[in-house]
Each structure stands twice: as C-alpha cells, then as structure tokens.
C-alpha cells in the first residue's frame, strides 16, 4: 500500500507555537525516507487558496526540531469556507473558495493532507473531509484544550514559560510586599493557569471552569496578612469568569477561527485588589512570550511521534482521523470527534483538590 502514496501536501494553521517545525520534520523525513514527495503550504490554508508552496526536500527538513514558530508560515483569518482576503473576499464580504482549495489540491496530484492546528484548523479538516478530501490531523495548541487527546504538543513548551514567569514574579512580590498577578492565555480552558499555579507555588488561581469572587479574593489575601505574609500572587487564565459569567474582551476579530480576543482580566482583577484590598498591586500579561521559542524536550518526542504516525495513517488510509495522544501511546481517533467539545479542566479533579489541600485558594465560594 505503500508505493500508492506518491505526494503529500502539510500546512500550519492557527497560531503559532513551539513544536510545529518538528513534526513539518518528522512527517516529511518519514515520507521522503519512503520516496513520496512532500510540499508544504505557505501559510496555512491561505496557501493551499492561493496554491503558494515550497518543495520540502531532506536539507529543508533537517535542522528544524529544535526552531521554534514554523517554517511554512501561519494564519489564523483565512477559513477557505469564509475567506475574507482578496481577490476572492472581504471582511464585509466573506466568499466559499473551498472549491479553489481542493482544485488546488487535486491539481498538485495530492494523495493526502496533513494539517497541523487546533480546533479551529481542525474544524475546517473536517470539513474538508466531508467535502471527500482525504486529510490527517495534528493537534497543537498551547491551551490545551482538545478532547479526544490526552495532550497537545506546544502546551508543555508553554507551561514551562508561564512557569518560569510565576517563579520570577515570587522575587519581587516579596521584596515589595506586593499582589503580584500572573495572566496566562488559554482561552476558555483553564489547564495553563491551573497547572503553571500550582507549579509555581501560586496563593490564587483563577480559571474559566470555576467562576471567581472578588469577596473570596480580598479575603484570601487579607487572611495572607493576618498571618505575616505581606505578598500574594495570582495566576489567572485569559477566560476566567466572575460570578455573574463575565469575562474581559479586549477585542472582537472579524475573519478569526475565534470571534473574540480575551485579555485583561489580569489587571481588573490587580485594580480591584488595591481599591479593596489596600495592598499595591502589578500585573503581567504573559501574552505571545508563551508561544515563542524552542519547544521543551517532552514538546519536539511528541511532535516527532505526532508527525511520524500522521505519515502512517495516510499509508494506512486513516485519512479522515487525527493522531492522539492516549495514555502513552500515539493512537488515532476522527476528527469529528476531536473537535466535538473541548477539553475543560474538571473543577472537582485530582489537580484542583491537590491544590486546595496546600491551601491554594481558586476565588470560590465552592471550592475551597
């Protein structure tokens, strides 16, 4: 079954993160090593509309494991089933090019593609799929946030920043007996700021799963006092909601795979802790620092085993599943199912009670 895979085509959609040129190397060098050529699309799927692509030969594909963002190129605005970019569309006017997109496919003499992205990218596979495209997806996000796989490649990578950040906050927030506050990204999951807290020794940690009070906040920190400890730090997601299910938009995005950008709720919460709580109060956003850079070595072993398998699957004919992590082993599942619902943290797990049994508080009248 092998020799009747001849070309493959691999895009990088959505954003960016530590771990995508890995597995662009491992699922072409698994292809090459088999005499199958591989192309890679500029720019997710803008460049399978516009048929833009590089030919990825062994010296393209050598010395990327450890380079972080991705050599093809990204983009998280150009949905082939609402593509707002000229010369087919505009924000105001978003056209259907899909068709465009698999006669450039088939005009390539693709006989699989492999998209690299998140739920938003995923989607878009599976509609193709549906569409009688044969394609294979890779799950990478850095918020970990796909259900049908136990891990994402990039959330390690950016885990050890955020991590990394909390530590470096602890230093100054004691010197200046300060409420330090951490924001994270992660959208409407809250696995980045729940695992980077309790990593780096967090006192609050605030996620989208478990909606917050400023009560419970205050009051956590004023008990912190009472007992001489003059400084508290806050990790809080990008999603976290109050208790009336408010989250801070920064902005809307028109063309995005999401319809809003979340951010800020780091510095609400530090403004309501000075006019409250009467202790000074900074705030970080941690922003795109957390996608950049070299992924971790747990990042480019799963990437690799990622972009291995995706390769085995089109052998296999598996071309309508995604690979997935599943206990310690590279399974596969479909992508209808991967992108069903999204993975949440569950407010009454193993990692939230191990949390609140330290004393970590999470701004809840529940929990806790």
């Given amino acids: 079954m092998t020799n009747k895979i001849r070309k493959i085509g691999i895009l990088t959609a959505g954003g960016d993160c530590p771990g995508l040129n890995a597995v662009v190397r491992a699922v072409s060098k698994n292809a090459l090593r088999q ?20 030919k990825i030969n062994d010296f393209i594909a050598s010395g990327i494991l450890t380079l972080g963002g991705t050599i093809l190129g990204t983009s998280n605005i150009a949905n082939p089933f609402k593509y707002m970019q000229e010369p087919y569309g505009t924000p105001e006017n978003p056209v259907d090019v899909s068709n465009i997109a698999i006669k450039n ?15 938003g990218t995923l989607s878009m596979s599976q509609q193709f799929v549906e569409k009688g495209i044969p394609i294979v997806g890779v799950p990478k996000t850095i918020d970990n946030d796909l259900s049908a796989t136990d891990q994402t490649f990039g959330f390690d990578s950016a885990l050890a920043i955020a991590t990394e950040a909390v530590d470096r906050i602890h230093t100054t927030a004691q010197s200046h ?64 909601k109050n208790e009336s299910g408010e989250m801070v938009i920064a902005k809307t995005i028109a063309g995005s795979t999401d319809a809003i950008r979340l951010g800020g709720v780091g510095q609400r ?28 070595a747990y990042d480019r072993l799963l990437s690799t085993r990622y972009g291995a398998k995706a390769l085995d699957l089109i052998i296999e004919g598996k071309t309508k599943n995604m690979v997935s992590l ?9 992508i209808k199912d991967a992108v069903s619902k999204l993975k949440l943290v569950d407010p009454h797990g193993q990692e939230v009670h191990a949390a609140v049994s330290i004393g970590t508080s999470f701004g809840s009248k529940e929990i806790g």
């Fill in 35 to 54: 005499g199958i050529e591989v192309i890679g699309f500029k720019n997710g799927f803008e460049g399978l509309v516009k048929n833009e692509f590089i």
């Fill in 105 to 119: 496919f088939e005009d390539n003499k693709l006989d699989a593609l492999v998209t690299i992205g998140g739920d």
């Fill in 177 to 240: 007996h300060r409420a330090m506050i951490v924001e994270t990204m992660g959208r409407y999951a809250g696995w980045l700021a729940l695992r980077s807290g309790i990593a780096g020794g967090g006192d609050i940690i605030l996620i989208p799963e478990i909606p917050y009070s400023e009560d419970v906040i205050v009051q956590t920190i004023e008990t912190r006092k009472a007992k001489g400890k003059n400084f508290s730090i806050i990790v809080v997601s990008e999603g976290a």
């Fill in 269 to 296: 919460i530090s403004q309501m802790i000075e006019c409250r709580a009467g202790i000074e109060s900074r705030y970080c956003i941690l922003g795109h620092v957390q996608r950049g850079g070299s992924p971790t």
């Fill in 326 to 334: 599943q206990g310690t082993q590279i399974k596969d599942v479909l």
